[in-house]
């Protein structure tokens, strides 16, 4: 049997569905645990992994503390040694004791550096560079872990990664696809580099890979996707995977890092600008393996979406009907309802730890993620679960009235208005609630933008059951129309229907 940690990030949530498609056994492991993931605390050096090891023939350990080059890490070196070091050889400690034959360390390419001359790929033999604190970290763990190999039976196989995208991503590759299916014209034409990246299931194949292949033993394998595209290359490919439109206008990338430098972007335009290549000949001679998935495949699953159809004027006429409404019933609302946000501010500020508002992560159209906000109604700390997976003894007092009325979702107001949300749609669900995703998936739904109410909502069906959730969200997207989106603000205003409600 096999052992993942860190299984509800973002790795994690791709290499279960790879697993259970190829009929392996696994156990899966989180801090928290919930949704079938067995929960181990903390992870640093002193976590207890006896009761997940139990049975357990290999390990693929991707629990970490990553840094986050767009909302910026709160991590510092002490906390990344915590975790990314002294939590990783503990784990490996206990794993070989335990009888465990093979460990898969899925380590990062900043162990390597963090850019490349271009032409001059990063390979597994080359001497590691790292120039941050979590790129050091990761190579005093993999160290570690070749040291303990070296006196015990267990095998350690490393693999660098590179940047990952697929369905759930965050961060600088998000924010790379918000730019270019804006629509707006970007200062990026003259940018000659070349960036390596990997689609999840890329990934998670060379993981399963690794896991079993009798040459993978005491390697260090470089992992990518097979084309290594330049800046204006990929935003024109994700530009094509969204069907959206995109010009890029000539401007010295020079000027752009200076930008960079004096906004405090230095790292994150860095990556637009400077190359960081990865070489994967070593790891496909030895394992025989190649990345199932081309780029532009990749793109379009991690988008949610092939290259859209064509759509007929009357639609493109009412999506456009939609939206202008949205923008101005929303800017309405956050005008005329400013003096009840500010006394709803108030008091949740003072009746809350963690301030008046509470950020989520959300699965957004075509699924982009995107940062949802609402009126905070739980105890700060409280695990980041689906409603209907949440208990009543985590709602504050102050919550149970906001949520009652649900003035909670006013702040959503903003999420509209930036259009990422419509006033009405399919509710937005986590990254981690993979059956959801999937069972909208399935049925187009995420083509329309996620809504603060929606038929589903008004029916009363939650996200503890998917199917029929879907199949509620894929008939709106069928009869949507702005008739049909009044009647249910109404609903929604007059009290029908409760949604996502919390268990007992």
């Avoid at 033999?125 to 040291?147: H, N, S, V």
Wanted: aromatic residues 6%; hydrophobic residues 45%; positive net charge.
């Amino acid at each position: 049997m096999l052992l993942i940690t860190g299984a509800s990030g973002f790795v994690g949530q791709g290499l279960m569905p790879t697993l259970q498609h190829r009929d392996i056994l696994f156990r899966a492991t989180s801090r928290h645990g919930g949704d079938g993931l067995v929960a181990v605390g903390d992870i640093d050096g002193r976590t207890d992994w006896s009761a997940a090891l139990a049975g357990i023939d290999t390990v693929v350990h991707l629990a970490a503390v990553n840094q986050n080059v767009v909302e910026g890490s709160p991590a510092v070196l002490a906390e990344y040694r915590s975790v990314n070091v002294e939590g990783t050889l503990n784990l490996a400690r206990q794993a070989a004791a335990a009888g465990v034959k093979r460990f898969v360390f899925v380590s990062s390419i900043k162990v390597n550096g963090e850019a490349t001359a271009k032409g001059k790929p990063f390979r597994n033999t080359d001497a590691p560079a790292p120039e941050t604190d979590y790129g050091r970290t990761k190579l005093e763990a993999e160290q570690g872990l070749q040291a303990l190999s070296d006196v015990t039976e267990m095998d350690v196989v490393t693999i660098r990664s590179p940047l990952v995208y697929g369905p759930g991503m965050r961060g600088s590759f998000q924010a790379l696809v918000r730019l270019a299916t804006r629509g707006v014209p970007l200062p990026f034409a003259s940018i000659d580099n070349r960036r390596s990246m990997v689609y999840l299931e890329n990934l998670t194949d060379l993981i399963v890979t690794a896991a079993s292949h009798t040459n993978a033993a005491g390697g260090t394998f470089m992992v990518a996707d097979a084309k290594t595209p330049s800046t204006p290359e990929l935003i024109r490919l994700i530009a094509s995977a969204t069907g959206s439109s995109t010009l890029l206008l000539p401007f010295p990338p020079a000027l752009l890092e200076l930008a960079g430098g004096l906004t405090g972007k230095r790292e994150l335009v860095n990556r637009l600008t400077r190359s960081l290549e990865v070489d994967i000949a070593e790891t496909s001679r030895r394992l025989g393996w190649t990345p199932p998935f081309e780029m532009r495949e990749g793109l379009s699953r991690a988008l949610g979406t092939t290259r859209p159809q064509k759509t007929d004027m009357t639609s493109t006429l009412n999506q456009g009907i939609k939206r202008a409404f949205d923008f101005c019933a929303a800017l309405a609302g956050l005008i005329v309802l400013s003096p009840v946000l500010l006394v709803l501010t108030l008091m949740v500020r003072r009746s809350s730890a963690g301030g008046a508002f509470f950020q989520q992560l959300r699965v957004g159209r075509n699924e982009v993620p995107f940062t949802c906000l609402k009126f905070r109604t739980m105890a700060a700390g409280t695990p980041d679960v689906g409603s209907h997976d949440a208990a009543e003894a985590w709602i504050t007092p102050i919550g149970k009235t906001l949520r009652a009325y649900k003035l909670d979702e006013l702040p959503q107001l903003v999420n509209v208005l930036k259009g990422e949300m419509s006033l009405v749609g399919p509710r937005p669900c986590l990254p981690t609630q993979l059956d959801v995703i999937a069972a909208r998936r399935a049925k187009g739904v995420f083509t329309v933008r996620p809504g603060i109410t929606g038929l589903a909502q008004i029916a009363g069906i939650d996200m503890s059951t998917p199917e029929k959730l879907a199949a509620a969200d894929a008939e709106y997207v069928k009869t949507a129309s702005l008739w049909h989106d009044i009647a249910m603000i109404l609903g929604s205003v007059m009290g029908k229907g409760k949604g996502d409600a919390v268990r007992k």
